[in-house]
Nanobody, 125 residues
Framework: VQLQAFGGGLVQAGGSLRLSCTAS????????MGWFRQAPGKERDFVSA???????YYADSVKGRFTISRDVSKNTVYLSMNSLKPEDTAIYYC????????????????????WGQGTEVTVSS
């Protein structure tokens, strides 16, 4: 499985961006997909995930501002980010997990099999 993330950029605080992550493979609908982010000098943190049944999960820091969705026909998962804050500045990575995954594992980076290359998001104050 190859993942390609794009859509990052520079935006002012309060603005919006939508990230996309396109996956290769014919079984995309069965994958759990996640978004993580890594700010300079910090660890990679969970942002959001969506299981094959399309139920979304969010980190507390982004709840109410970010929305994850997937389009199975396009093998793509999206992360719509609104009300962006400077602390959202990071490189955002999409990840995929094939096979079963329990909900408590969705926020753990090590649970995912595949990773995209990352797309940079910079939020200016």
């Amino acid at each position: 499985v190859q993942l390609q993330a794009f859509g990052g950029g520079l935006v002012q605080a309060g603005g919006s961006l939508r990230l996309s992550c396109t996956a290769s493979g014919r079984t995309f609908s069965s994958y759990s997909m996640g978004w993580f982010r890594q700010a300079p000098g910090k660890e990679r943190d969970f942002v959001s995930a969506i299981r094959s049944m399309s139920y979304p999960y969010y980190a507390d820091s982004v709840k109410g501002r970010f929305t994850i969705s997937r389009d199975v026909s396009k093998n793509t998962v999206y992360l719509s980010m609104n009300s962006l804050k400077p602390e959202d500045t990071a490189i955002y990575y999409c990840a995929a997990k094939d096979g079963r995954i329990i909900s408590s594992e969705l926020s753990r980076a090590g649970a995912y099999n595949y990773w995209g290359q990352g797309t940079e998001v910079t939020v200016s104050s």
